[in-house]
Every structure is written in structure tokens, then in C-alpha cells.
């Protein structure tokens, strides 16, 4: 891989160790050559739609007075017990 990629195996010793991190342009390198996207190479994990969706509620939610968010609270609880 280190010939692969022209990076000294000194490089890569201390990145296996965590002793030194990538820079962007050597992730980048690194993710092509496993066929992995940067946040995987990090350890982050994808966010699906779904978790966006919640992530963008949450944040539209805080935004809200504490009275709109009790009010929401309320709905949601209401609406979810007429589904069941």
C-alpha cells in the first residue's frame, strides 16, 4: 500500500498507531484506495435520512419557546395514541 500510494512506511506506522493523523488530501487518497468514504476512514458512521430528519426536527424543536414545545409534546403524544 505504501508503494501504492507514495507514502514511507514510516507515515503509515504511525497513523496505524494513531500517532499522527492524515492530512485531507492523504484521507482522501486513503478512502479511494479502500473504497471508503472519509467519515468511515474516521470512524464516523453515515447518517441515514431518517437520522436527518430527526436531526432537523431536534434542531427546529430547541429553536421553539418553551411553551411551543410543550405544545408539540402534547400533539405528538396525542396524534401517536390515535395511531395505535
Not at 499522527?20 to 467519515?39: A, C, H, W
Amino acid at each position: 500500500m505504501a508503494t501504492e500510494l507514495d507514502i514511507p512506511e514510516s507515515n503509515i506506522r504511525r497513523y496505524e498507531s494513531q500517532n499522527d493523523t492524515p492530512n485531507i488530501e492523504r484521507l482522501k487518497q486513503l478512502g479511494d484506495y479502500f473504497k471508503v468514504s472519509i467519515d468511515k476512514l474516521l470512524g464516523f458512521e453515515e447518517l441515514s435520512i431518517e437520522d436527518n430528519v430527526d436531526s432537523e426536527f431536534l434542531s427546529n424543536f430547541h429553536k421553539l419557546t418553551e411553551h411551543n414545545q410543550s405544545l408539540i409534546i402534547e400533539l405528538v403524544k396525542s396524534l401517536s395514541e390515535k395511531s395505535q
